[in-house]
């Protein structure tokens, strides 16, 4: 039996694009197609519109989060250097002298009677707001 391998050309009369590149879609690609297709160049170098597109379009909620994680390990290293120093029971001069704001927690809690609970990545800070005293309770890990 004869055997002739049958080649199609693909169509392009929808005039789908690439939303990174714009190089156009066959019409002969799955609807749900909106990024060219994978490749690597000659180079070994990956081509990935898919990707691209959703980083470039993601970046900068990335940055903010990073941003935000980022002060919260630094003020987590800032309370770790001070308990090695001064103990679990700090005044609040020793926040202060170690630069750590307690308006940066990720939460926090105002008790009836005044007395602040703070929430940081590690640490759970309780501030007696009469003896200005700060007890540094940590978590398990």
Known sequence: ???????????????????????PIADQEHAARVFCEKYYDEMGKV?????TYHRKHEKPDKLIQNSIGNSHRLITNKISSMICNIGLT??????NAYGIELTKA?????????????IFLRY?????????????????Q
């Open 90 to 95: 700090v005044s609040t001069e020793d926040l």
């Open 47 to 51: 081509h990935d519109c898919k990707t």
């Open 124 to 140: 759970r800070i309780v501030s007696n707001p009469k003896t200005n005293k700060h007890l540094i309770c940590i978590y398990e």
């Open 1 to 23: 039996m004869n055997s002739r391998k049958i080649t199609y050309s693909p169509s392009y009369e929808n005039g789908r694009r690439c939303l990174y590149c714009s190089k």
């Open 106 to 118: 990720i939460s926090f809690e105002i008790m009836s009677d005044g007395t602040l609970t703070t």
